[in-house]
């Protein structure tokens, strides 16, 4: 049997669908070597499980998938009712039994990767609204994805680092992170140079006369940004700063 195909052609989409779909993969070969009692143990995010992350990561594709049906019908159906319901959604399904986890994260995932493959091209181009509040096309539900299961595949503190993260993904996000600081004005007298980068090599306030300047490769910097680690960073200061809040 011919295996069935995504409907877009469109080339850049397939080609973002295919990333996302590696991230995914990605994350569940991360969540596959932990056994049932290592589930319980502290993520990188604080004051959150490995469960916790677990349970964001399986119910994301759930909320990215209510807002693929959104496109593909014209009925509104945002992410989640409210960011308290969101909340409460992954507090409780960290306290699922281990095989209830876990098929939360492979069915949600694969539910999401078919809802993708058929959406024709014109749904992909039809608005809908992030929890963020954002209006986007519907295109851009695949990023969001992107951006979770690479972030988050690091956050389950199982060996994956932001080394293992494509390039191109680094690149995007880094530029989304430093975004969002220059919208809030916090990137002020702060300068990111990366190392050894074939893309981006400098970001944030690049027209500030002294500023702070931090230094890593795109990994390292990328990570730091993220708020998830230090391991890489220079600073042409005394001490490597806190990153400024992304979201």
Do not use: C, F
């Given at each position: 049997m011919v295996a069935r195909q995504d409907l877009t052609q469109d080339p850049d989409l397939n080609s973002a669908l295919l990333t996302a779909r590696r991230g995914t993969a990605f994350f569940g070969r991360k969540l596959n070597e932990l056994s049932d009692h290592d589930l319980d143990a502290p993520s990188l995010l604080p004051g959150w499980t490995r469960r916790h992350v677990i349970a964001h990561i399986g119910y994301?594709?759930?909320?990215?998938?209510?807002l693929i049906e959104w496109a593909n019908t014209?009925?509104?159906t945002p992410m989640y009712s409210s960011w308290q319901a969101r909340n409460e959604e992954i507090?409780?399904?960290?306290?699922?039994?281990?095989?209830?986890l876990r098929n939360l994260y492979e069915h949600s995932a694969t539910d999401l990767s078919a809802k993708w493959r058929d959406t024709a091209q014109e749904a992909w181009r039809h608005?809908?609204?992030?929890?963020?509040?954002?209006?986007?096309?519907?295109?851009?539900?695949?990023?969001?994805?992107?951006?979770e299961v690479w972030i988050h595949a690091v956050d389950l503190d199982n060996g994956a680092s932001f080394d293992d993260v494509p390039a191109?993904?680094?690149?995007?996000?880094?530029?989304?992170?430093t975004?969002?600081?220059?919208?809030?004005?916090?990137?002020?007298?702060?300068?990111?140079?990366?190392?050894?980068?074939?893309g981006v090599?400098?970001?944030?306030?690049?027209?500030?006369?002294?500023?702070?300047?931090?230094?890593?490769t795109l990994p390292d910097i990328t990570g730091?940004?993220?708020?998830?680690?230090?391991h890489g960073i220079t600073s042409n200061r005394t001490d490597v700063p806190q990153a400024p809040r992304w979201i």
């Open positions: 994301n594709a759930r909320a990215i998938a209510r014209g009925v509104e507090d409780y399904g960290a306290t699922l039994s281990p095989i209830e608005e809908v609204k992030t929890a963020q509040g954002r209006t986007v096309p519907a295109s851009e539900t695949v990023w969001m994805r992107t951006r191109d993904v680094l690149e995007r996000l880094l530029r989304d992170i975004g969002a600081w220059h919208h809030r004005g916090d990137d002020r007298d702060l300068r990111l140079e990366v190392l050894g980068s074939g090599t400098q970001l944030g306030d690049t027209a500030a006369a002294a500023p702070e300047i931090i230094t890593g730091w940004a993220a708020g998830r680690s230090t």
